[in-house]
């Protein structure tokens, strides 16, 4: 199969027709006067098939998992079935407003009530919040709730360190730094937490220690026991970066190698579409003594009635508008329930099963930095690729020439020219195969088709440097650099409300 992205010199929509004014925009009932638009909307006028081909064609220059592999590690890009979007998009779960009486939701309540004890029994916390928006999200709730513990114990002033391991994920000390600490690297062995370097760094200045097992080398921390003991001895709490949690997914849980807290992340094990920092599910578990800092509100259950509970003194208080992102959570429940218990551990294995399938063959190409069983995901050096002039980034948009999304490159940053894979448990035997054919392709490939990819997709390859530098981030921007003059755009529209 090859292939070939299509290139549309596809006009924004504003270049197909001017805006104009639209009168017959129906009032909604129930908006308050001093909301309303004084002015008509100003849309472009087009005939359905134009919008539709319009967008359609926009698509086709896009990449996303129901394109083909996405082999992004720590991001365990699956597939999202189709099924639980089906229900996400029915009238009772997607027009519900977050203000509605809780009487007229009480089956969302319900909902959101189940996934949370489904979700401790996954990670073994007596406790789970919905609440939060992305892992990230999660992580800096979390070290909110920290605070208030320590802060409660008297110890808030003094425990003003979080400590990391090397290969943690890059959110963990941004996450940290945002909440205030300060944060100390440990050093890894073998792609392992050196437990002697995490016990020389503990001290009653240690706040937490940030982990995910299995870490983002796709390692399991087998001593994390020992790891678990040696923080709390020194009256540290441990945190769970649940991103990574496919690969254990019903076999064990945070809750039993001694974590305090847990993110996970609903958008990547449980196969609901990642939001790009924006919406997805960054959800909670605590143990029954950090439980009562769990942001407001909980779902709580009387007799046969769910409510949303405020009255929670010690909480850290609200981290998100409404309870959550609940289209995420239904989907996210429709998966689980779906699976069942035998399900869940079969997806563990297999993930498992399909990291070290590849890692075998594509090892046999480029060196392998740790030992060689993994979890869910691998690690492959591109230093040899040095000696032909070209880089592991050179491999990684050669890949995009074959249909593939690129892996995640260049991290964990311990391992030189790193190129993390994670192929999740949706991926075929056949796509695993088709996957490790084409990094061969790709590895066979003269330098200069290498330095030169992508060729076969909409955008080749840009000046990344420069992107980054000098950002063109708008459509008008675009045209003023292609020196054409932008039509009047959107911006032009004067319905906008007046602030409130
Ligand atoms: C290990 C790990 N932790 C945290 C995160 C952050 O999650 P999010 O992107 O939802 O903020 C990620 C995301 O890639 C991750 O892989």
Redesign the pocket.
Known sequence: MSYRQARWEEPAIWELAPPRPVEAVPAIPGVPERFRRREPVRWPELSEPTVVRHYTRLSQMNFGIDTGTYPLG??TMKYNPKVSEVLARRAGAAQIHPYQPESTVQGSLELTWRLERLLGKITGFPEVSLQPA???HGEYTSLLMVKAHFRDRGEAERRTEVLLPDTA?G?NPASASMAGFVTREIPSKDGCVDLAALRAALSDRTACFML?NPN?AGLFESEILEIAEAVHAAGALLYY?G??LNAILGVTHPGRMGFDLAHL?L?KTFATPHGG?GP?A?VLGATEALAPYLPVPRVVKQGRRFRLDYDRPKSIGKVKTAYGNFGLDLRAYAFIVAHGEEGLRHIARRSVLNANYVAARLGRRLPRPFRPLVKHEFVLSGVPLKERGVRTLDLAKRLLDEGIHAPTIYFPMLVEEALMIELPETESPRALDEFAAAVERALDDTPEHLRAAPTACAVGRIDEVRAAREPILSWKDQRAAAGAVPPPGPEADPGTPPAA
Do not use: K, L, V
Request: net charge negative; with cysteine; aromatic share 0%.
């Open positions: 720590s991001c992305a892992g990230a994920h959110t995910t983002t970066d991103a990574n992340n958008h920092g997805g960054g």
